[in-house]
């Protein structure tokens, strides 16, 4: 589940506040995803994996929206000079 954000500036952005718990989650995830593939779960214990997953993936996303909302481009203007402007996904650009 990758985006076409800048991997370095994201990075950056997320070291500044929620690196440990961030990334702390996403490993935790990822390990989740590889016993669920593995298979060789009891349908209990996959749906708790499952579960927690779940919740891990909402808490991911809910971090990764709060860094965008934080980030800002700069663009240049006709003039030469430069403007911030919010970060918008390429999604959004696309519905409008």
Known sequence: MRSRWNAHALEA???KDSEPEFEKSLGR???IVKKL???NLSLEEAMKLF???VQLSRSCQKQLEEAEKR???LV???DG????TPFE???EQEKG
């Open 37 to 39: 593939e593995n298979g």
């Open 51 to 53: 579960e927690e997953g």
């Open 71 to 73: 980030v800002e481009m």
């Open 76 to 78: 240049r203007k006709a």
């Open 13 to 15: 952005l997320l070291k």
């Open 29 to 31: 995830l990822e390990e």
């Open 89 to 91: 996904r390429e999604r």
């Open 81 to 84: 000079s430069l403007a911030r």
